[in-house]
């Protein structure tokens, strides 16, 4: 989706009314700090001092909050609150966020407004403390409710309908009365998303997760249970069928399948690289998706909004998050997308080339006609800085950590270990200053180190390249004294198959996020570096001058756009793989075994083919083949 497109949508959707039923509930936080802790008198027992409290809507509240932080402007609520201190709190954050909650039902009697409290206590939330669990909305407030829903139906585009709690709204009664009501406005989007009563709601779309649909076809999953794709694609069928209605089925970072009257669709998941928090997700989803089918786009679509939309939302921490229309178009706008996860994950179901080692993700319809090939460099041709991430990852633990390094307890240092093992991981193949920047972030997130005592990017870039550069420097003395070879620092058959492309008459071209004096002059000490032609990229100091983006625009300018499967990249990082995926190249995935110089990394092969990889390699060794299937004369 271009630029453009989602510039028109956010905009459509602005437009569009939409009616929230279901049971609205307000999250608390409440930070805890125990330094302020006394006894207390009365019991004895020492007290749990909150330092800070903050309040969101959450439930269908978390919906139609979303809703409108995406730029919808009519947000209509419908639902009960208690006469308690929380049901006026609910009622003024409404207000506060552009909700219109004049169709909240006031029960005085067997009825608490619903919350959830959630007690943080130096970051990780303790038990949580509900409040509504014992509520009995009586018939006299379903029909006042329902009156008011049967009003409004004709003035909005799409009803949400939401079921978060047993407690709720959703009784018998009510359930069957409103069903009535879908097949008295047959003309009208209602939209279901129930947790309990998914069978119920008759004439309806659906919005579910795997987990959910699963169960529904009768496979017994547990919540942790991995759901394959097929089996996600044949519960969506099954239930379409069942049902006759259009539905979204999620699937957390595996993106989710939609299904309508046009078949299947597959909406790929976003590659986020902060910290997440999934709680809110699936509402977010549903916002945006609901919101989307209301300005009259179809599924898909509104199942790409709704992945942005809850794409924004998993990134903020310790809330309720919403998404606003300049979050939705930058994280849109260039998406990092997931691919083929259920093969990236299982390399069982791997197929490969003529009995090599050459995996075939993607077939190319026609032959290809390589005019252009990009490399990476690090761990796609050389080797010279082997173990990179075994400085850069205890670099980084140590900058988050500071002074507390040596001192810090078990579960902070496993933390923060999973946290940079994670970013290292995701960033491999971007910029060293882009990922010394995500350091800073990294840094003030954990909030260890005082503030006027953390670097900016460029301090730990130089902490980072010195430690580096010692090996990398040793090493390549020991190449110029003949102590070791370039074969010795190259993957096997890489310098080979250069050679056999240029002299195809294939264009090459080098571009690394390492600095490019330094791609430079270790091409130049490794000998290959003629076979560029002065076709040399790399980082120049300034984030905003991606080499590898900045090459691969350059191509396509110059060949253009119909020709675009004309360039190929190589390369062992997923940042080369997916924007190259992104404009229409060819992708091939050297998931090297930088220790061997040959064999196959299967975590590099996961990360790869998630970036969009068409073809798997672990090496150059299988040259013939690799030529024939490039369609490059030997």
Do not use: C, W
């Given at each position: 989706m271009s630029i453009g497109q989602l510039q028109k949508v956010l905009n459509d959707i602005s437009k569009v009314k939409i009616a929230v039923v279901g049971d609205f509930c307000v999250d608390a936080y409440w930070f805890i700090n125990k330094s302020k802790s006394e006894l207390s008198i009365e019991t004895g027992h020492m007290t749990t001092p909150v330092k800070q409290q903050e309040y969101s809507l959450g439930g269908a509240g978390n919906v139609a909050n979303n809703l409108t932080a995406m730029g919808v402007r009519d947000v209509r609520a419908f639902g009960v609150i208690g006469y308690d201190p929380f049901g006026a709190e609910m009622v003024k954050i409404m207000k506060e966020n552009g909700i219109n909650p004049q169709n909240l039902i006031l029960q005085k009697e067997n009825w608490s407004t619903l919350v959830y409290t959630k007690p943080i206590i130096d970051d990780v939330e303790q038990s949580r403390i509900d409040f509504g669990n014992f509520n009995e909305m009586t018939n006299e407030t379903a029909d006042k409710l329902l009156e008011l829903l049967r009003f409004e139906i004709p003035q909005v585009d799409l009803i949400i309908i939401n079921q978060q709690v047993l407690a709720g709204i959703h009784t018998e009664y009510f359930r069957n009365k409103l069903v009535q009501m879908i097949k008295d406005f047959t003309e009208k989007i209602f939209i279901v998303d129930c947790r309990n009563y998914n069978e119920v709601f008759d004439g309806a779309y659906r919005k579910m997760n795997d987990i959910e649909a699963a169960g529904l076809v009768g496979l017994k999953k547990d919540s942790d249970d991995s759901i394959s794709y097929s089996e996600v694609i044949e519960a969506a069928e099954k239930l379409y069928k069942r049902f006759g209605k259009p539905l979204f089925i999620t699937r957390g970072d595996r993106g989710s399948v939609v299904i309508d009257k046009d078949g299947v669709g597959r909406v790929e998941g976003l590659m986020i690289l902060s910290e997440v928090d999934t709680v809110g997700a699936g509402d977010s989803y549903l916002a945006g998706a609901a919101s989307t089918l209301a300005a009259g786009y179809d599924m898909k679509t509104a199942g790409e909004i709704g992945s942005y939309v809850s794409g924004v939302t998993v990134q903020k921490l310790f809330q309720t998050g919403t998404a606003s229309p300049e979050e939705?178009?930058?994280?849109?706008?260039?998406?990092?997308?997931?691919?083929?996860?259920?093969?990236?994950?299982?390399?069982?179901?791997?197929?490969?080339?003529?009995?090599?080692?050459?995996?075939?993700i993607n077939k190319w319809q026609e032959k290809l006609q390589i005019t252009h090939a990009i490399f990476d460099h690090d761990g796609t041709i050389s080797t010279l800085r082997e173990g990179w991430e075994q400085i850069m990852e205890p670099m980084m633990i140590k900058a988050i950590l500071g002074?507390?390094?040596?001192?810090?307890?078990?579960?902070?240092?496993?933390?923060?270990?999973?946290?940079?093992?994670?970013?290292?991981?995701?960033?491999?193949?971007?910029?060293?200053?882009?990922?010394?920047?995500?350091?800073?972030?990294?840094?003030?997130?954990?909030?260890?180190?005082?503030?006027?005592?953390?670097?900016?990017?460029?301090?730990?870039?130089?902490?980072?390249?010195?430690?580096?550069?010692?090996?990398?420097?040793?090493?390549?003395?020991?190449?110029?004294?003949?102590?070791?070879?370039?074969?010795?620092?190259?993957?096997?058959?890489?310098?080979?198959?250069?050679?056999?492309?240029?002299?195809?008459?294939?264009?090459?071209?080098?571009?690394?996020?390492?600095?490019?004096?330094?791609?430079?002059?270790?091409?130049?000490?490794?000998?290959?570096?003629?076979?560029?032609?002065?076709?040399?990229?790399?980082?120049?100091?300034?984030?905003?001058?991606?080499?590898?983006?900045?090459?691969?625009?350059?191509?396509?300018?110059?060949?253009?756009?119909?020709?675009?499967?004309?360039?190929?990249?190589?390369?062992?990082?997923?940042?080369?793989?997916?924007?190259?995926?992104?404009?229409?190249?060819?992708?091939?995935?050297?998931?090297?075994?930088?220790?061997?110089?040959?064999?196959?990394?299967?975590?590099?092969?996961?990360?790869?083919?998630?970036?969009?990889?068409?073809?798997?390699?672990?090496?150059?060794s299988q040259l013939s083949q690799l030529l024939k299937l490039l369609n490059v004369q030997d």
């Open positions: 939705i178009l930058k994280i849109g706008t260039d998406p990092d997308l997931i691919y083929n996860p259920e093969l990236a994950d299982d390399i069982r179901s791997a197929h490969y080339l003529n009995d090599s080692e050459i995996e075939i002074e507390h390094f040596h001192d810090a307890d078990e579960a902070l240092y496993h933390k923060v270990q999973t946290r940079v093992l994670d970013f290292v991981d995701k960033t491999t193949g971007i910029q060293t200053l882009i990922q010394m920047k995500g350091l800073v972030k990294l840094v003030k997130e954990f909030g260890i180190v005082p503030n006027d005592q953390v670097l900016d990017e460029f301090g730990y870039k130089e902490i980072y390249n010195k430690e580096l550069l010692e090996i990398v420097k040793d090493r390549e003395e020991k190449l110029k004294k003949g102590v070791l070879a370039v074969e010795d620092f190259t993957l096997k058959n890489a310098v080979i198959f250069l050679e056999k492309l240029h002299r195809a008459g294939v264009k090459l071209y080098l571009a690394s996020g390492t600095d490019e004096e330094d791609v430079r002059s270790e091409a130049e000490n490794l000998g290959y570096d003629h076979l560029f032609e002065g076709r040399i990229y790399g980082a120049v100091g300034d984030v905003n001058k991606e080499a590898k983006k900045i090459v691969l625009d350059r191509i396509l300018d110059m060949i253009g756009e119909s020709k675009k499967g004309q360039l190929a990249v190589f390369g062992d990082g997923p940042v080369e793989i997916r924007e190259t995926h992104k404009r229409g190249g060819v992708t091939i995935g050297v998931a090297s075994n930088e220790i061997k110089r040959h064999s196959l990394n299967k975590s590099k092969r996961s990360r790869l083919i998630k970036a969009g990889a068409d073809v798997i390699i672990p090496d150059f």
